[in-house]
Nanobody, 123 residues
Framework: QVQLVESGGGLVQAGDSLRLSCTAS????????MGWFRQAPGKERESVAQ????????YYTDPVRGRFTISKDNAKNTVYLQMNNLKPEDTAVYYC????????????????WGQGTQVTVSS
């Protein structure tokens, strides 16, 4: 059974950095894609970044491009989201997700989800 466990969230000030981790277990993920999503109160879940396990290809959405970096450690089966220059509008619950395919900006394309980790950025 696939399990995704996120960690690393917290309360920071605007301009600070945080690194989120997502450790995956239950199978090998060679052909899969991993995504980070976030959901703020009263808003829909939105894509933040994606990475493919096979070749490390990455994708970012406009609000985070240039500030966030997604990466992976194959040996640890872990995906990271380095978040720099955080802004109050980055406040949300951040979720890690796994897709059997090539990844997508659409949440329902993903097959497994973590429990989420809260990121709060104060101004």
């Amino acid at each position: 059974q696939v399990q995704l466990v996120e960690s690393g969230g917290g309360l920071v000030q605007a301009g600070d950095s945080l690194r989120l981790s997502c450790t995956a277990s239950g199978r090998t993920f060679g052909g899969w894609a991993m995504g980070w999503f976030r959901q703020a109160p009263g808003k829909e879940r939105e894509s933040v970044a994606q990475i493919r396990w096979s070749n490390g290809l990455t994708y970012y959405t406009d609000p985070v491009r240039g500030r966030f970096t997604i990466s992976k450690d194959n040996a640890k089966n872990t995906v990271y989201l380095q978040m720099n220059n955080l802004k109050p509008e980055d406040t949300a619950v951040y979720y890690c997700a796994a897709d059997r395919g090539m990844g997508s900006y659409v949440p329902f394309k993903y097959d497994y989800w973590g429990q989420g980790t809260q990121v709060t950025v104060s101004s």
